[in-house]
């Protein structure tokens, strides 16, 4: 089918219905004229040659999400989900690429991202890290999702992580905690994140910690010690950063862990010891995913904002992209059973 017979159908010029077509509104085209242009074309199958379309607008229509590992695990995929919506309410398709980290994959995805002339770029990682932005994708407007660049000229859009560190800390002082309170989840000496993700090193564990300690001190309370893992946030580490913690004689009325994963593991070693969450332990952790509802009781988090971010991501892309900053969103607290007032120690 040809646009000729979608202007003779609709009963308009051919230029009319070029118009209607690709919206624009240089030509006085009455909204009930461009909906029976629509309306012919969907009724005869037709559809607009896209490298002729982006010739004459200068849009594809098309954007790109370049990610490391966002798309291949369940972990940040809602990201993808934020960006999606938000780019269907504006009538543009999403292309999603995951270069497993592997910087030659990363160069190729972009050089064919910049041939197909998508009209801006999403580069994005799993968890938030500070990132080298390649040369390729400052060809194309771009916006960093969930990362960080020393370029502050490339707008960014992350999770407050400090705040919601606050957020943690005020939750279990809330709840009547001033002592005792252990934070899992550190680092070891020498070592900047698991050999999965390439050793990088993750924002969130700073800025976290950072949080938490500002919130307790401005309380007048501290930190009673914190908890290095050995490889991961995981189940396992958390299961023997704990277990490890209570081998020392130390007895924590509250444990705050730096992710959900590592909690589900403080919840085993925690039961192992005879310790029942939250009569004699609180637990909270952060991330805010499928984990909190892997325990009972349900535990309690600090949760990332994927949707969100991939949402605000893509209305900064479309509308300003040329606003240099870092965006910060909330974390909200997700409320389960897994926090209670310390018991009283004879």
């Known amino acids: 089918m040809t646009l000729t017979e979608v202007a003779r159908l609709a009963g308009v010029s051919r230029s009319a219905a070029s118009f209607a077509l690709n919206g624009r509104t240089d030509l006085r085209i009455s909204a009930e004229t461009a909906a029976r242009v629509r309306e012919a074309a969907e009724q005869l199958g037709y559809s607009p040659n896209l490298a002729a379309k982006t010739l004459r607008t200068g849009k594809s229509g098309t954007v790109a999400l370049v990610s490391d590992f966002v798309g291949t695990t369940s972990f940040a995929n ?20 995951d270069t497993q980290g592997e910087p030659a994959t990363e160069s190729r995805a972009l050089q064919n991202l910049v041939d197909r002339d998508v009209d801006g770029l999403l580069y994005s990682s799993m968890f938030t890290r500070k990132v080298e932005l390649p040369h390729l994708a400052r060809r194309m407007p771009v916006v960093l999702l969930n990362c960080i660049s020393d370029e502050t000229s490339v707008p960014a859009v992350i ?24 934070f899992v989840g550190t680092f070891p000496t020498g070592f900047s994140g698991g050999a999965a993700w390439h050793g990088w090193s993750p924002l969130a564990l700073a800025e976290r910690l950072a949080g938490i300690e500002d919130e307790l001190g401005e309380s007048g309370a501290r930190l009673a010690g914190t908890v290095a893992i050995d490889s991961d946030w995981d189940v396992p580490n958390g299961h023997d950063a704990v277990q490890e913690l209570l081998a020392t004689g130390s007895r924590p009325t509250a444990v705050i862990c730096a992710n959900d994963a590592l909690a589900v593991g403080a919840y085993h ?22 984990y909190v509802n892997t325990v009972m009781p349900q535990l309690t988090s600090v949760a990332l904002p994927h949707e969100q971010l991939g949402r605000e991501a893509v209305r900064i892309l479309l509308n300003n992209p040329n606003e240099p900053g870092v965006r910060r969103l909330p974390m909200p607290l997700l409320v389960g059973a897994s926090i209670a007032a310390p018991r009283t120690r004879g």
């Open 78 to 97: 809602a990201m993808v989900r934020g960006a999606l919506r938000a780019l269907g309410e504006a009538d543009t398709l999403l292309f999603t690429v």
């Open 159 to 182: 999770p407050d992580e400090r705040v919601g560190g606050r957020t943690a800390a005020r939750t279990l002082l809330e709840a009547g905690h001033r002592e005792d309170i252990w």
């Open 269 to 290: 070693a925690l039961q192992e010891a005879g310790l029942s969450v939250p009569r004699d332990v609180s637990v909270i952790g952060f991330d805010g995913g499928a």
